[in-house]
């Protein structure tokens, strides 16, 4: 089961894009009065132009349990909150060390679900341990955001993933050198089989 859907295409990776476009659908069959959409186009509160649905983010209402699309596009909603962190650095340095907190919260639980030792050695020193893709298949499942690179909050942001995907059977637990040995072993670390000999 893969962690996160992404598409590829032009080497633009995006986020759950089948989660997101299955949410907007749903959205278009509700008739929204106070927001109408038009031809799969919503007025964008910010810049006033009528845009894609699919160009806004939703978020999940606690009171009626519902998606709605966001009442701004993600165009705009990414220029206010970079215009946001440029006048409130203290507040993002606040955030930063939250997002710090979670992450590293957030990366015990994960081990500990893992057996919080290497899978194949027994290292429990968790300086040495990370996170392994048991089918070698790491760099087509990591998430990436639309550019393609790495960013922000990335491993944080991949640690919930893992969490609400309820702990998938395709991880494990290695220790760096069983995780390199394995990646230049042909996916097998040596201490099981020497598939590699070193010249
Ligand atoms: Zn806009
Ligand atoms: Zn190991
Ligand atoms: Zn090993």
Redesign the pocket.
């Known amino acids: 089961m893969p962690i996160v859907n992404y598409n590829n295409k032009s080497e633009k990776y995006i986020l759950f894009k089948e989660e997101e476009k299955k949410y907007i659908n749903e959205i278009i069959t509700r008739s929204v009065f106070r927001n109408p959409i038009i031809d799969k186009k919503k007025k964008?509160k910010?810049?006033g132009?009528m845009?894609d649905v699919f160009l806004f983010g939703t978020f999940l209402d606690d009171t009626t349990k519902k998606r709605y699309l966001n009442s701004?596009?993600k165009?705009?909603a990414r220029k206010r909150a970079k215009e946001w962190s440029k006048n409130n650095p203290e507040k993002v340095l606040i955030q930063l060390e939250k997002q710090n907190i979670e992450r590293r919260r957030d990366r015990n639980i994960i081990y500990r679900a893992y057996g919080d030792k290497c899978a194949c050695c027994g290292e429990e020193n968790t300086l040495f341990l990370t996170l392994d893709h048991i089918n070698n298949d790491g760099n087509e499942i990591r998430p990436r955001n639309a550019k393609g690179n790495y960013s922000g909050d990335f491993s944080g942001y991949y640690y919930k993933r893992i969490i609400k995907a309820n702990f998938p059977n395709d991880l494990q637990l290695l220790c760096w050198n069983c995780n390199c040995g394995k990646a230049r072993n042909k996916g097998i670390c040596p201490h099981k089989q020497n598939i590699c000999q070193q010249q």
């Open positions: 964008c910010k810049c132009e845009i701004t596009c165009e705009c």
